[in-house]
């Protein structure tokens, strides 16, 4: 590839991001001195999981390394098989654990991704080994990253069998070592609940994005997966066990 081409990479819904050479250039996110702080920080920790940030470039696009691997990208991507959700979940419990107790983490647990999703993640002979689009990284408690990657991951929602869902989710608290998990699937609905309606309240202000996503099904298919764990919850809790 020409250093200086720029090839469009998919799955991104907000910013537009290209590869350039080795690099990959993206416009800033909301909060860019915490997450470049954050990216600084796994960098300093010699921690493979995220991309480094390298500048600015002459158009105001953040550039960062190109991680090369396999971005499942696609809304309907087939689910990681159980070894690679378990890999999923102690690649989060790493970076958790990187940032406990720094000042990155404030007064919180942890920094929290807080997008956890396949098409974030770079897989590599069927193993992910690192997460991207670090934009609404933010303070929070390790359950909010792993209720997030539940919902994602496992998956939740009316495409999933039950049983072989609740399954999967205990193989990620057990994955992670969550401990106490009693409001993990209340967290869970957390999310489905605000990410629907924080979609469907930017489009209604003409946010051409959130538009774009409405109107492609997406605001129905997280109220799907939002009603489906509502009546699922008692039996994914069951599967949990008295751990909780």
């Known amino acids: 590839m020409d250093s200086m081409s720029e090839e469009a990479l998919r799955g991104g819904f907000v910013s537009d991001v290209v590869r350039v050479g080795a690099t990959v250039r993206k416009s800033p996110p909301p909060d860019p001195v915490f ?26 696009r953040e550039t960062l390394t190109f991680l090369d691997g396999h971005v499942p990208w696609q809304p309907d991507a087939e689910p990681s098989d159980d070894a690679g959700l378990a890999g999923v979940a102690r690649l989060v419990r790493q970076f958790h654990d990187l940032t406990a107790g720094s000042d990155l983490a404030g007064d919180q647990e942890v920094v929290c991704h807080n997008d956890l999703s396949p098409k974030n993640t770079v897989y590599r002979d069927g193993v992910p080994v690192a997460f991207l689009d670090w934009d609404i990284a933010a303070p929070g408690r390790r ?10 991951f496992v998956p939740l929602g009316p495409s ?15 994955a992670y070592g969550l401990e106490p998990c009693a409001d993990l699937v209340d967290w869970v609905l957390w999310w489905q609940d605000r990410c629907w309606r924080g979609i469907e309240s930017a489009a209604q202000a003409g946010d051409v994005a959130m538009v774009r996503l409405r109107d492609t099904g997406v ?16 039996n994914l809790l069951a ?4 751990d909780c």
């Not at 599967?239 to 008295?242: A, N, S, T, V």
């Open 35 to 60: 997450v470049r702080r954050l990216l600084k920080h796994f960098e300093s920790a010699d921690w493979p999981g995220a991309p480094r940030f390298l500048g600015v470039d002459d158009r105001g």
């Open 160 to 174: 999933v069998d039950p049983r072989v869902a609740a399954r999967r989710v205990r193989l990620v608290v057990d």
């Open 143 to 152: 359950v909010h990253d792993v209720a997030h990657l539940c919902w994602q």
């Open 239 to 242: 599967r949990l066990g008295d």
């Open 219 to 234: 605001v129905g298919a997280i109220r799907a997966a939002y009603e489906w764990t509502a009546v699922n919850r008692e």
